[in-house]
T-cell receptor, first 110, second 115 residues
Framework: KNEVEQSPQNLTAQEGEFITINCSYS?????LHWLQQHPGGGIVSLFM?????KKHGRLIATINIQEKHSSLHITASHPRDSAVYIC????????????WGAGTKLIIKP | GAVVSQHPSWVICKSGTSVKIECRSL??????MFWYRQFPKQSLMLMAT?????????EQGVEKDKFLINHASLTLSTLTVTSAHPEDSSFYIC???????????FGPGTRLTVT
């Protein structure tokens, strides 16, 4: 079993829909990251969380440390949100190396 | 926000040649940089961790003589793929860590094609 599990693997939705991507992990963590990778390949860091909730524009990330679970939400989704969204964690016993989820491929249709 | 650049963004080279990829932190000092490679439709795989002024730490299965990493300054790390083979064709991404050790800033990646 992977230490970081994401669901769903693939998600196709219509423009305007509310999107939720989930991430569960099985190790103790110092931080959890949500990242976005567009088809061109470059990775953008969206959020780094250690507790609670963060919001940036139409993106919201939440984390429940007790349940070892995080969600990434996109409100009013748009085709330009189409990308792979990756959850990664920094384990407490690491030298800040990340453990990566497999990613969720999101396609937003106009 | 913190910006990390990579150069070149893509490169095509012939088998047997060496290719150098640069990773720069543009507006912060990066004490640690990470090098990843990614095959199509797969997750990023950590290759090595480099700290300024010291030897890189390579992950198991990564040939240090093939993938030479030099972290010469707090803003520059380089990855040199020596004697490249077609199976080295991949997407290489670096990330840099600044003052907050839990934050990593990613470069845009370099696509290497070896013919």
């Amino acid at each position: 079993k992977n230490e970081v599990e994401q669901s769903p693997q693939n998600l196709t939705a219509q423009e305007g829909e509310f999107i939720t991507i989930n991430c569960s992990y099985s190790v103790g963590i110092s931080a959890l990251h949500w990242l976005q990778q567009h088809p061109g390949g470059g990775i953008v860091s969206l959020f780094m969380l250690s507790s609670g909730k963060k919001k940036h524009g139409r993106l919201i990330a939440t984390i429940n440390i007790q349940e070892k679970h995080s969600s990434l939400h996109i409100t009013a989704s748009h085709p330009r949100d189409s990308a792979v969204y990756i959850c990664a964690v920094t384990p407490v016993d690491s030298n800040y190396q990340l453990i990566w989820g497999a990613g969720t491929k999101l396609i937003i249709k106009p | 926000g913190a910006v990390v650049s990579q150069h070149p963004s893509w490169v095509i080279c012939k088998s047997g040649t060496s290719v150098k990829i640069e990773c720069r932190s543009l507006d912060f000092q990066a004490t640690t940089m990470f090098w990843y490679r990614q095959f199509p439709k797969q997750s990023l795989m950590l290759m090595a961790t480099s700290n300024e002024g010291s030897k890189a730490t390579y992950e198991q299965g990564v040939e240090k003589d093939k993938f030479l990493i030099n972290h010469a300054s707090l803003t520059l790390s380089t990855l040199t793929v020596t004697s490249a083979h077609p199976e080295d064709s991949s997407f290489y991404i670096c990330s840099a860590q600044g003052g907050n050790p839990y934050e990593q800033y990613f470069g845009p990646g370099t696509r290497l094609t070896v013919t």
